[in-house]
């Protein structure tokens, strides 16, 4: 896996071509423009990454994980059968540090510790299921399929939320974000299923406004259908809801505020956003084994995001007041 400490600090960009961002290495390739291409024109050979001016995708979605043993991978597959599409192999994925954050947290046995500290209550018996994967039914959740039909969604296109950790009293859903934001418009608002009328219409007892000023003004139509289906499966199993916006600690720093003008207020549904940061800050300090911390700790530090548009690499994470040594 590359990162900061093995990629040039500025990549070399020319009219029609780009040189392979690992340090030391001159080789270069033809110059992408518009989307990225997985196209072996744009391969380096020798470190087997298809580059772009801002960004590379290793041949080998492997090289981008931390946990690949036998297990992981299998587990991996499967939930691949489920997941509606993979880009792992994105220097950039959300998917793969999701993947390697919180297989890291689960390997550890720091999902219950972690989240009991960040969501301030305590968590306990968590199960983590990823992208609507559940590792007991080894297949999809059937309870989140059941809210999908519930409102109208096809399971072939249905919300997928990155995470659910279910707990002996709360269903928590985690939308991870690294480089997105959380300004989703609904593009066809004529077609919006039955959001507004399953459940016994309970859109409008967790919704404070309209359809439209959700899903289309404010653009929080990915949020809303997790809160509606979240909120509606918490309530058929008497259990509290978490609905977690995860981000990068510069981004969306007031998404709590504006995403709960729009829900009705309720002492057992909670709409939080932590970041990627607090995750660590949390994880290193409790008891995980030291090689697995380690590992962890040069992740979160080594961690890149690509080049911006002044052509200087970018790191993913901010960890400035944070002592990272072990």
Not at 17 to 42: I, L, N
Not at 117 to 125: I, M, N, W, Y
Not at 198 to 221: H, L, N, P, T
Not at 307 to 320: I, M
């Amino acid at each position: 896996m590359y990162g900061y400490a093995e990629l040039e600090p500025l990549i070399e960009v020319a009219e029609n071509t780009v040189t392979c961002p690992v340090k030391d290495c001159t080789h270069t390739v033809a110059r992408q423009r518009g989307s990225f291409k997985s196209d072996p024109k744009y391969l380096c050979p020798d470190h087997d990454i298809i580059i772009s001016p801002s960004t590379f995708e290793y041949v080998e979605e492997e090289s981008n994980l931390l946990w690949k043993d036998s297990h992981d991978m299998d587990l991996l597959k499967r939930i691949k059968l489920v997941k509606r599409e993979s880009r792992m192999a994105h220097d950039n994925s959300e998917d793969a540090v999701t993947w390697n954050v919180f297989r890291f947290l689960e390997k550890s046995d720091l999902t219950a510790p972690v989240l009991s500290s960040l969501l301030d209550t305590p968590v306990e018996s968590p199960q983590t299921i990823y992208w609507s994967y559940c590792q007991s039914e080894r297949c999809n959740w059937s309870e989140l399929n059941k809210a999908r039909i519930e409102f109208g969604e096809k399971i072939s296109q249905s919300s997928e939320p990155d995470l659910i950790v279910l707990t002996d009293n709360a269903i928590i859903l985690i939308e991870a974000k690294l480089m997105a934001s959380n300004d989703v418009p609904d593009h066809d608002p004529s077609n919006r299923k039955e959001y507004e009328t399953g459940g016994g219409c309970w859109f409008s007892r967790v919704f404070s406004c309209d359809y439209e000023s959700i899903a289309v003004a404010a653009q929080k139509y990915e949020l809303m259908r997790f809160w509606l289906l979240g909120t509606w499966l918490a309530a058929q199993h008497n259990l509290d809801f978490y609905l977690v916006s995860l981000t990068r600690q510069s981004k969306e720093v007031d998404i709590e505020e504006r995403f709960r003008d729009l829900v009705v207020p309720d002492p057992r549904r909670h709409f939080l956003r932590f970041t990627w940061e607090d995750i660590h800050n949390s994880a290193r300090n409790l008891g995980a084994p030291d090689e697995l911390k380690r590992l962890m700790v040069r992740y979160y530090t080594n961690k890149t995001i690509g080049y911006d548009n002044r052509r200087r690499l970018c790191k993913a994470f901010d960890l400035s007041d944070v002592v990272t040594e072990i």
